[in-house]
């Protein structure tokens, strides 16, 4: 085995490496290098693999995680111009810094990536949207890896995308990049669109709070956050969970909260939603790991 280049931990907290502050220890937490290193990682780990960006999306329960975690925020994240309007994005950039680099780059379609708390590689595998756009519509290509550590470049047209769903050719993909593609911005209104979107997050988001952005998917026809407050749920607390007082489809740690905490007042919140609108709501974060 090629020396490992990257930054390795044992029984590394994961509530240190998630949005919501909470999670108990993988067995081995691993920040690759480069793609390279990645690739040297994965063709000698056997156990099971939880992909980490930006720890937003994502609960991982109090009993942690029996496996490795890879984190490829801080690791793969380049931005390249490829052409005009075409850029290959590494899975671990910032969706916000993402907007923020096409706008200064004189490109549109691209400021609603500042209302995504994450990074890309979350972006493309749930196909993340915020303000109307949506992380597929502009992937051209995408470069994955397996978990023999063996990299390849697939059309979009392989993956079948959906609604906050995204299915690949195998279950097994990593997203390590994407090809993507902007118009150019003529009329120059891309920069106001994105400090519009910014400041009205910062007005009805709890921006600042531990949380992992929003928690339920919206219904057909319907908004999640909107069926919540009408449940009467906006502040409802279970342990040191709390739904937000300033948007319905937040949960945040309020400091004390433990994942169970959280993973109980999802359940509580679906059960109430049911109860009063009929509506079953689905979440949107991922669920991990082991109770404690």
């Not at 067995?27 to 390279?36: L, Q």
């Not at 109860?275 to 979440?283: D, E, Y």
Request: proline share 4%; net charge neutral; charged share 20%.
């Amino acid at each position: 085995m090629t020396a490992l280049r990257g930054e390795l931990r044992e029984h590394e907290p994961l509530a240190r490496h998630t949005s919501w502050r909470v999670g108990g220890p993988a067995d081995i937490w691993y920040r690759p290098a480069d793609g390279a290193d990645l690739s040297n990682f994965l063709q000698h780990q056997h156990s099971a693999c939880l992909w980490l960006g930006l720890g937003s999306n994502l609960l991982v329960r109090d009993g942690g995680f029996r496996g490795a975690a890879v984190t490829l925020y801080g690791s793969l994240d380049r931005i390249q111009t490829l052409a005009a309007g075409r850029l290959r994005v590494e899975a671990g950039v910032h969706c916000a810094r993402l907007a923020k680099h096409c706008v200064a780059q004189g490109l549109a379609g691209a400021a609603f990536f500042a209302g995504i708390p994450g990074s890309l590689g979350g972006a493309l595998a749930m196909n993340a949207g915020a303000h109307g756009g949506e992380t597929w519509e502009r992937v051209r290509s995408v470069e994955v890896m397996d978990r023999q550590g063996v990299r390849r470049q697939l059309a979009a047209t392989e993956f079948e995308v959906a609604y906050r769903s995204v299915i690949g050719p195998r279950p097994d993909l990593l997203f390590v990049a994407a090809e993507l593609e902007f118009a150019a911005d003529h009329e120059g209104l891309e920069a106001e669109r994105l400090r519009t979107w910014i400041s009205k997050r910062r007005e009805t988001q709890p921006v600042g709070l531990p949380s992992c952005g929003s928690v339920f998917r919206n219904p057909p026809g319907d908004h999640a956050a909107r069926l919540i407050e009408a449940a009467g749920l906006k502040g409802r607390c279970v342990g040191g969970a709390q739904v937000s007082e300033k948007h319905a489809n937040f949960i945040i740690n309020t400091g004390s909260a433990s994942a169970a905490d959280i993973e109980a007042l999802i359940s509580l919140v679906r059960t109430e939603v049911a109860a009063s609108a009929g509506i079953q709501l689905h979440p949107e974060v991922r669920i991990v790991g082991e109770p404690a």
